[in-house]
Antibody
Framework: QLQLQESGPGLVQPSETLSLTCTVS??????????WGWIRQPPGKGLEWIGT???????YYNPSLKSRVIISVHTSKNQFSLKLSSVTAADTAVYFC??????????????WGQGTLVAVSS | EIVLTQSPGTLSLSPGDRATLSCRAS???????LAWYQQKPGQAPRLLIY???RRAPGIPDRFSGSGSGTDFTLTISRLEPEDFAVYYC?????????FGQGTKVEIK
């Protein structure tokens, strides 16, 4: 059964870079033909799509975050990662990694990690 | 960017009741690219419906989705105790993919 698990610091200083990793088990990222992505949720608020990556390296980002986001795949470790630079308190959120249910860029997210809370504070 | 507006904000119902949740888009969404998720406190969202009306694997048939264009509906035919949660719609056909603000289904 496919499982995803986020990991990374729970506290990041303002203006620094937030770095998270999603480790995939029960399936391989390599040549999987699926898209993998990140979604976040500020405390008590709704969901915001951050971006999506394909094993081939194609990335798609939310324009509102594009200048600060990098999503990468690390197939040898069966992981993908998120880097968000120049963070502020507005970036405090639970960050989820996810995989599309079906092949293709335009697909719903059918598999999710449990989420990890990242607070931006000095 | 397509804005999704969900209504009502909160739905107060009893177990066994029928729940009807609405999602309205600011511009037309291909029904191929409309999904519904359920989220309980402290948990990740769970995909219920994709392609506007297709149930995700393992989802009970009391959940159904319908709609087209700018108006979509999630119906829960008979609420079970485990169905009280927050529900989000999502469009993923136009970038950026966007979510509605959520509808909370609470016990009356």
């Amino acid at each position: 059964q496919l499982q995803l698990q986020e990991s990374g610091p729970g506290l990041v200083q303002p203006s620094e870079t937030l770095s998270l990793t999603c480790t995939v088990s029960g399936g391989s990222i390599r040549s999987s033909s699926y898209y993998w992505g990140w979604i976040r949720q500020p405390p008590g608020k709704g969901l915001e799509w951050i971006g999506t990556i394909y094993d081939g390296g194609s990335t798609y980002y939310n324009p509102s975050l594009k200048s600060r986001v990098i999503i990468s795949v690390h197939t040898s470790k069966n992981q993908f990662s998120l880097k968000l630079s120049s963070v502020t308190a507005a970036d405090t959120a639970v960050y989820f990694c996810a995989r599309h249910l079906e092949y293709g860029r335009k697909a719903a997210s059918g598999y999710w990690g449990q989420g990890t809370l990242v607070a931006v504070s000095s | 960017e397509i804005v999704l507006t969900q209504s009502p904000g909160t739905l107060s119902l009893s177990p066994g009741d029928r729940a009807t949740l609405s999602c309205r888009a600011s511009q037309s969404v291909s029904s191929t690219y409309l999904a519904w998720y359920q989220q309980k406190p402290g948990q990740a969202p769970r995909l219920l419906i994709y392609g506007a009306s297709r149930r995700a694997p393992g989802i009970p048939d009391r959940f159904s989705g319908s709609g087209s264009g700018t108006d979509f509906t999630l119906t829960i035919s008979r609420l079970e105790p485990e169905d009280f949660a927050v529900y989000y719609c999502q469009q993923y056909g136009s970038s950026p993919q966007t979510f509605g603000q959520g509808t909370k289904v609470e016990i009356k």
